[in-house]
């Protein structure tokens, strides 16, 4: 590449050097980056609750994410047809072992070229979850529950040392006005907003183990660039199980 096409790195030391990772790291990182996008994606999803409906477009209105130490990680998405009042939801949660997709492609090659790399999709366990009104009430307490701690902004105190069972957690509530979003460590607690926390992951786990109501289709609207690339990768992938 010409120099002039490069982007200039100034600072005042006198040498910048740029180098590229070790392999393993960049396989890692590029897993965490798809997870990040079936994690962060669908923004919203178009819903037919039967093949002669008109479509329903739901938006995401919530977003909890956990990493945890044993190297998985697990988001639940939220999607509503209004962000501020609720009736029908949608459930969308994604699991994802790293270390069990790291040792599948420690397995496959030794010496990843970069065409396994681009082409090697997270084995993320993914439930998208229609709950209709009559279902939702419980659940949509829990949210408000949850908006009455969060809403106006919260704290983050210091914690004191303590035996550690996650990395980070992230909070995504958006509204009509704007957002809260937030993500921390153990070292720091809301003793109250992690118990509405806990206790709306308790509820919504329970809606995707026993699936509710049966309907007709579901569309997820991807937007980022790399969605086509991803999905196409993705669907080759399902055809060959």
Same mark, same amino acid.
């Given at each position: 590449?010409p120099?002039?096409k ?38 919203? #999803?178009?819903? &037919? =609750?039967?093949? $002669? ?6 938006t995401?209105? !919530? @977003?909890?994410?956990? +990493? ?22 949608i ?19 030794k ?7 681009s ?35 919260? #704290?983050?105190? &210091? =914690?004191?040392? $303590? ?8 909070? !995504? @509530?958006?509204?009509? +006005? ?31 183990e ?32």
């Open positions: 590449m120099s002039d490069c982007p200039k790195e100034l600072g005042n030391a006198e040498n910048i050097i740029s180098k590229t990772t070790q392999e393993k790291f960049r396989v890692i990182k590029k897993l965490e980056k798809t997870f990040d996008f079936i994690s962060e994606e669908p923004l919203t #999803i178009s819903l &037919k =609750k039967a093949e $002669s409906s008109k479509a329903e477009l739901f995401r209105i !919530l @977003r909890i994410r956990i +990493w945890l130490l044993e190297n998985k990680n697990i988001s639940w998405n939220v999607f509503s047809k209004d962000r501020e009042i609720y009736q029908d939801l459930i969308r949660k994604v699991v994802w072992n790293l270390d069990k997709d790291a040792k599948r492609l420690k397995k496959k090659n010496d990843i070229d970069q065409k396994v790399l082409e090697f999709i997270p084995s993320a366990d993914i439930r998208n979850i229609y709950i209709p009104p009559s279902q939702a009430k419980h659940l949509i307490k829990l949210i408000n529950q949850l908006d009455a701690e969060i809403a106006e902004g919260f #704290i983050l105190k &210091k =914690k004191c040392r $303590s035996k550690r069972k996650w990395k980070k957690l992230e909070v !995504l @509530r958006l509204y009509n +006005w704007g957002q809260i979003h937030c993500k921390w460590s153990p070292n720091r607690k809301n003793k109250d907003v992690q118990k509405k926390i806990r206790k709306l992951l308790l509820e919504l786990d329970k809606f995707i026993k699936f509710g109501q049966n309907i007709f289709e579901m569309t997820l609207n991807y937007y980022s660039e790399d969605s086509g690339k991803i999905i196409k990768i993705w669907e080759g992938q399902n055809e060959k199980r």
